[in-house]
Structures are given as structure tokens and as C-alpha cells.
């Protein structure tokens, strides 16, 4: 494992996680909390954020009914080559979710896609099936919106949206930290693995709600040009929490606040923010969840205590939501209207 306790090692294997021919920005790799909130001022950061909440309009037919269907980001650079998008996209390519026309990886990254996978799951265009049509983008932090479009190219340059690295916020990794940052009160727990602490904890709370009110500014405005806007985000981790209002948070295994010192401090999703018209829908739920571990049993033909855990990390070639059982309820609700 890649030592923590030295960043020049942690950029080694941030750059393994950029697919060339796009290229990392050493400058941009954030591996604590602390790190994320200092993103917030980088020059690259602040002009995308700029860009996503006050410019960035999506381009919308007058006679479609189109969905907004918001992803994770990913480790792996551009996101449509991570495992977890390309599972996803091809099933809604298998679905009838075709693409439009547009934008599409350049076929230098054509050597990355892995065989069994059509090349039209790269992609970058609104997807099409009769009346319907979905518009994808990822959730990033620091980055908040990445419109699909823009997941590789931006303006004639390489997109800030595939120069970055942020496992960061992911303290249940343990490796979430930065020691050689001043204000580091990490807690060893082992030789490679770590808890935070209070500073940690602190820088946590103000990125998660930094983002969830950036998120919020933007759904608020571009949810009027959208039918419905839903989120395909994993359960019980932080792409959920930012989203997640507080009655739902328990249902969701999303703790509503950490604590610091001798403080509890809120942790506020996106949903807190918007009216409840224009509120993200977060999928998949606490039931299909269940429904889907009880269905990955049978496939498999034996007990599955949960999908997270070995599934969450690539266990029989899935991760939680790009597993079958669970996609075909994104794709029944896509659905739903065409």
C-alpha cells in the first residue's frame, strides 16, 4: 500500500487513476478534508464552480421529457471508463437508452475500454428512448456538477473534471488523511490506516455542507428545465449525504451531524435546501436495496449479508450500483414515462 505519510508516493498512485491521454494536475489532489476546503480556492475549482452555478445552461427540445440523472464520480479518470459508469451506461444502452449524437471519448482512450463493452458506452451525448431523454452528470467533489459533456473536454483544453484526484472525504478508508498538513490530528489506528480528528472532522463537515448548498443553488436552478432529477448515488455514503434531507438520513444509514470536540455539528443535504417540488430523488432506496440483496442470493446461491462491503469494491464484477438487481430499478424508473 502507498505510504500516507508522504504526498509525493500519494501522487503515484493518483496518476494511475488518469487514463491517457488526459493528464493529472498535481495541484489537484485532495486526500483529506482539510485539502478539499483548500480546493475551494484553486483558481481551476472556483472557475468550474463559477461555471456549473451561474452559466452552464443544458441544452433542452421543446417537445422532450427530459430527466436529469445525476452520478457519482469516480477514482478512475474519465468517469465513463470507470468500472462503475460503464456498467451503468451499458445497461441503459441494452435498456434502449441510445445516444443522441455528440460528443463522445476520443478514440485514444479507446485501448482503456474493456472487452464486451460496446464503444458507443463512451458516449458523452444525452441518451434518447422515444420521448424521453437523459441528461448525465456527476456529482464531484471538489468540482460539485460535471455535465457529461464535459467529462473530458471543456473550451478547446483538457476539462479540470479528469486532472483530479479527491479520496479525501472517505474517512472509512483509512487512509483520508494528510499528515504533513500543519493542522493534521489524524489517529493512527494501524501502520496504514487512520481515524480523524477533530480538525479532520471540522473540515469535514464545512466541505460536506459547502457542497450540498452549491448543489442545491444549482438543482433549484436548472430543475425547472427537467421533468424529474434523480440521483443514482450509493447507499449510506457521502454522495448520498449531500443530498439526503435530515428525516431520511436514519432510513438511509446517513448520519445526520459528526462530532467535534464536545460538539455535535449538522451535517445539511441538498434536500434541507430546495422546496420539496423541486427536491432530488435519490435512488435506490432502503427497499430496493433489500430486494436486490435478496435477488444477488439467488443469483449467486448463497446467503448475502449486504451489498456494500466485497460488492462495493468490485466483488463478482459489481460494484453496489452498477449490480444488475439493483439497475434495473434505475431503469424501470427512466422508464417510467417513455
Not at 503515484?12 to 493528464?23: D, F, G, M, V
Not at 473540515?203 to 455542507?209: I, L, R
Request: glycine share 8%; net charge positive; aromatic share 8%.
Amino acid at each position: 500500500m502507498v505510504s500516507t505519510t508522504d504526498r509525493k508516493r500519494r501522487l503515484l498512485e493518483s496518476r494511475l487513476k488518469i487514463c491517457p491521454p488526459a493528464k493529472l494536475d498535481d495541484s489537484l489532489c485532495m486526500y483529506c478534508p482539510q485539502d478539499n476546503l483548500d480546493a475551494l480556492g484553486h483558481p481551476r475549482v472556483r472557475q468550474w464552480i463559477r461555471f456549473v452555478t451561474r452559466s452552464y445552461v443544458p441544452r433542452i427540445g421543446r417537445r422532450d421529457r427530459t430527466i436529469l440523472l445525476l452520478l457519482p464520480c469516480t477514482k478512475q479518470k474519465p468517469y465513463p471508463l470507470s468500472p462503475e459508469h460503464l456498467s451503468i451506461n451499458a445497461r441503459l444502452l441494452r435498456a434502449g437508452f441510445l445516444p443522441e449524437g455528440g460528443p463522445t471519448l476520443p478514440g485514444a482512450f479507446s485501448p482503456h475500454l474493456p472487452e464486451g463493452f460496446p464503444p458507443s458506452v463512451l458516449s458523452l451525448a444525452p441518451l434518447r428512448k422515444g420521448s424521453i431523454v437523459i441528461h448525465r452528470a456527476v456529482m464531484s467533489e471538489p468540482l460539485v456538477f460535471v455535465p457529461y459533456a464535459f467529462a473530458y473536454m471543456r473550451g478547446g483544453r483538457q476539462s479540470v473534471a479528469c486532472a483530479y484526484d479527491d479520496p479525501g472525504l472517505f474517512e472509512a478508508r483509512g487512509n483520508a488523511v494528510s499528515p504533513w498538513r500543519r493542522d493534521f490530528t489524524g489517529i493512527r489506528v494501524s501502520d496504514n490506516r487512520w481515524r480523524w480528528g477533530d480538525n479532520e472532522r471540522r473540515a469535514y463537515v464545512a466541505m460536506h455542507n459547502t457542497m450540498s448548498g452549491y448543489l442545491a443553488r444549482l438543482i433549484a436552478r436548472l430543475a425547472p428545465r427537467y421533468e424529474a432529477v434523480v440521483a443514482w448515488v450509493a447507499p449510506g455514503l457521502t454522495h448520498r449525504s449531500f443530498l439526503l434531507e435530515r428525516g431520511l438520513r436514519a432510513a438511509n444509514g446517513i448520519p445526520a451531524s459528526r462530532r467535534v470536540g464536545s460538539r455535535n455539528l449538522t451535517l445539511v443535504g441538498a434536500n434541507d435546501i430546495l422546496p420539496a417540488e423541486t427536491r432530488i430523488e435519490c435512488l435506490p432506496t432502503p427497499a430496493q436495496c433489500e430486494a436486490a440483496k435478496r435477488r444477488l442470493a439467488k443469483r449467486l446461491r448463497r446467503p448475502i449479508s449486504a451489498i456494500g462491503g466485497h460488492y462495493s469494491r468490485g466483488g463478482c464484477g459489481a460494484t453496489p450500483l452498477a449490480l444488475p438487481e439493483l439497475l434495473t430499478f434505475l431503469v424501470s424508473r427512466l422508464e417510467r414515462d417513455a
